[in-house]
């Protein structure tokens, strides 16, 4: 079974569509936490006890694990996660060329997805591609402000730039294991590429504290066959504070998965 198989078991084991984000900010660790051997491993392992029941995966952010603690923390929370029968899609928007990305690609002995960056063009992202079993999530059009600065760019042939993406990543899935970024902040543009594209699996980030559109993310960003994956980050990990701070994560998980069930 390819990434897409098993996640498609998770989807229909849990009911549920959510990524739970796991951006685990060191600055934002409560108190009680922070004299824990590795305080980022202790605050997933509560957020993983409390919202495992509604996780389709879980995506850490590589960005909050740049340090020597901050690695040995991710690989606990890997182990725990799987433990829970949980899928990791490791965002790392990883991309270069000869044996840079060839090392990058490496990520993926531990991981069962992850997320890469085009803009070097496929020789860049081959090592990943090849990866049968494993899930590639191509950044198309990304919810941030300034993503229209490039991504919006208008080709020769009167495509902007996202959808010329789009297409290369359709063409690239030639081992069913390609999905594209598209987030929930450009609702028209989820349209469309979901016309352009309809075999791909969407992950589409920004519902949450970034007021995404949840109805259009369904709609839109799940395959026909209901596989794909709408991400929370921050609304689900930080949805309390202090003691308790796990059990508000698992609410918010939880309203997050009956919200987005209300337009499956």
């Known amino acids: 079974m390819n990434f897409f198989d098993r996640l498609a078991d998770r989807i229909a084991t849990v009911d549920s569509v959510v990524s739970v984000g796991l951006d685990a900010d060191p600055s934002r660790i409560p108190d009680h936490l922070q004299e824990k051997d590795l305080p980022q491993w202790a605050f997933n392992r509560r957020i993983i006890d409390a919202t495992h029941e509604h996780a389709a995966v879980y995506k850490p952010n590589a960005a909050f694990y740049e ?67 494993k899930g590639v999530f191509v950044l198309c059009r990304t919810s941030n402000p300034g993503a229209s600065d490039l991504q919006d760019l208008e080709l020769d042939t009167g495509e902007p730039l996202y959808e010329r993406v789009a297409a290369l990543a359709d063409l690239w899935n030639r081992n069913d294991n390609v999905g594209i970024v598209v987030g929930a902040t450009a609702p028209e543009e989820l349209e469309s590429l979901r016309e352009q594209v309809p075999e791909l699996p969407f992950l589409v980030p920004g519902v949450g504290a970034q007021g995404g559109d949840a109805e259009a993310a369904v709609e839109f960003g799940l395959r026909a066959d209901g596989v794909g994956l709408v991400n929370s980050s921050r609304g689900i990990i930080f949805a309390g504070e202090g003691e308790g701070f796990e059990k508000a994560a698992g609410r918010a998980a939880r309203r997050m998965k009956r ?6």
């Not at 923390?73 to 890997?78: A, C, V």
């Not at 790392?92 to 840079?100: E, F």
């Not at 919200?259 to 499956?264: H, S």
């Open 67 to 133: 340090s020597e603690e901050g690695w040995r923390s991710l690989r606990e929370t890997i182990a725990y996660a799987e433990g829970k029968g949980v899928p990791i899609l490791l965002d790392a928007k990883r991309a270069d060329i000869g044996n840079t990305t060839r090392q990058y690609a490496k990520l993926l002995d531990d991981v069962d997805a992850i997320t890469v960056n085009p803009y070097m063009g496929r020789d860049s992202l081959e090592p990943f591609l090849s990866r049968e079993d």
């Open 259 to 264: 919200r987005l069930n209300e337009f499956r």
